[in-house]
């Protein structure tokens, strides 16, 4: 507007008249618009970005994954990332003894309050929940914020051992509350394994899922589901895989279970249980 201006000043100074109000109005109009547009997309950026993250992290992590979103977004996906990440598994293991001798409506009333108590968890210990699956759950350490450092690495997995830990605990006052209301008691189970794998989208154009994939996932899995009846009177039962183990500094309790070829897999992995928090 100021060059259209001087222009016209400039031409009119020398006995030539050149229209300035109409030549105004479609600057700004075209400014409008322009600046409608790239509204849109931006609000339609965030909605993508938004639907698939805002439920699985807190609002904080979300707001952060938006401020950088030319790392995230690739057209309207998520680009795949690498990473080198914690990544937890849970279950119940009496799941089904509990949920036979229920309404449907308590079963979900249950579960809700259950799922509510982990994620809880999750987030305060900067976890990502990938997965909601039934009375199981997948989350991930060391995503969105993707970890570059060793120090970052470690600090996932104490993050995700820190996060079990709590999650007993909380079981551990579900059950006293779901007792009062004639409820048996539960118990869980959680695998944890530590190292690298792919962030990003699976499925077509109207239904995408973001997942994590990977060895490191499949590992976590399977510790979460191995020798299910093993360490039985523990409310929270925690298994661990070598790499993660090598990444606590001794920051808690563990022992030794036993080196093994997990099922489908040919490399053996040294399973370790997790006792407590070092005192």
């Known amino acids: 507007v100021a060059a259209l201006g001087a222009i016209c000043w400039f031409a009119f100074a020398r006995d030539c008249w050149l229209p300035f109000v109409p030549a105004f109005i479609g600057n700004v109009v075209a400014t409008g618009i322009i600046t409608g547009y790239t509204r849109y997309l931006d609000r339609k950026d965030r909605e993508t970005l938004m639907r698939l993250f805002s439920q699985h ?3 904080a992590i979300a707001e952060s994954m938006w401020e950088q979103r030319d790392q995230f977004l690739d057209g309207n996906r998520p680009r795949p990332r690498k990473l080198a990440a914690t990544v937890l598994f849970t279950d119940l293991r009496n799941f089904s003894t509990v949920a036979e001798k229920l309404q449907a409506a ?19 210990h900067g976890g990502f929940i990938n997965k909601y699956m039934g009375d199981a759950i997948m989350a991930v350490f060391g995503f969105p ?14 993050n ?8 007993g605990e909380e079981l551990g006052r579900l059950n006293e509350n779901w007792q009062k209301l004639g409820r048996a008691p539960v118990q869980m189970r959680v695998g944890i394994f530590s190292g690298p794998a792919v962030a990003g989208c699976i499925g077509s154009k109207e239904r995408l899922e973001f997942t994590v994939m990977g060895n490191t996932t499949n590992t976590a899995a399977r510790l979460e589901s191995f020798a299910k009846d093993y360490a039985t009177e523990d409310i929270c039962r925690i298994l661990i895989g070598d790499t993660t183990f090598a ?15 997990l ?3 040919q490399e053996v992995t040294t399973i370790y249980r997790v006792l407590g928090r070092s005192l």
Request: hydrophobic share 40%.
């Open 57 to 59: 992290v807190s609002r």
């Open 106 to 124: 308590e079963v979900m009333e249950w579960m809700n309050e259950y799922m509510e108590g982990l994620a809880h968890c999750v987030e305060e």
């Open 145 to 158: 914020i993707v970890a570059t450092s060793e120090a970052d690495i470690r600090r996932d997995a104490a």
């Open 160 to 167: 995700a051992i820190h996060c079990s830990l709590q999650m």
């Open 247 to 261: 990444l606590l500094d001794g920051q808690f309790r563990t022992e030794l279970v036993q080196s093994i070829e």
């Open 263 to 265: 099922k489908g897999k």
